[in-house]
């Protein structure tokens, strides 16, 4: 009996460690995509600008799962809409989810859970199956983005101002983000 009760105990503590870390990879994830906010270059012609968001939301989401990649970037809007200064180039604010980045910022949710989700399906174990859960999530973001992007500009800009401009940078953080994977894996020591 007493074996059984120890084995019991074992596994809750086991549970309460995996609990700690899980907040622990949480909140790491909404502070890597708040740094990576940081790299932001506004582009003159676009009220949309190019930064390292997508990258990290992605990765975000791959690395942690589809459940602790959503929850990070939950976290990461929270502490935006509190007026944290994690949004593009220091912003932050509800002023910003009502902006015309609102939509991509809103799409980071799902598409770090779609990434996570394809991740844990096995698309993160070969090269081009990480570049295609990187491309879907990133279809998502845009999915997001031009849907409220199109009530600040002309429906017939929002491809031209909203999508187009991203598109080669998109595809170069993704390649990155594929490069990197097996290296955070490894970093984090999550068991595949």
Do not use: C
């Not at 990765?59 to 602790?68: D, H, I, M, W």
């Not at 101002?161 to 998109?170: K, M, N, R, S, T």
Request: proline share 4%; hydrophobic share 55%.
């Amino acid at each position: 009996m007493q074996n059984v009760l120890s084995n019991e105990l074992a596994h809750r503590l086991r549970l309460e460690e995996n609990v700690t870390l899980d907040i622990v990879f949480i909140i790491f994830g909404s502070v890597f995509v708040a740094l990576s906010s940081q790299l932001t270059f506004y582009l003159p012609f676009s009220p949309v600008p190019f930064t390292g968001q997508t990258f990290a939301v992605l990765l975000t989401g791959a690395v942690l799962g589809s459940k602790r990649g959503g929850l990070s970037l939950v976290l990461y809007l929270m502490e935006g809409v509190m007026g944290l200064p994690v949004f593009a180039g220091g912003s932050g604010g509800l002023v910003v989810l009502f902006g015309p980045t609102a939509g991509y910022l809103i799409g980071f949710v799902p598409a770090a859970m779609l990434a996570g989700s394809l991740a844990e399906k096995g698309l993160d174990r070969h090269r081009y199956s990480i570049l295609f859960a990187f491309f879907l999530g990133q279809a998502v973001i845009y999915f997001f983005g031009v849907l409220h992007l199109s009530s600040f500009v002309d429906i017939r800009q929002v491809f031209k101002l909203g999508v187009a401009p991203f598109i080669i940078g998109d595809t170069i953080k993704a390649g990155i983000a594929m490069l990197l994977l097996p290296s955070v894996w490894k970093l984090i020591k999550i068991e595949k």
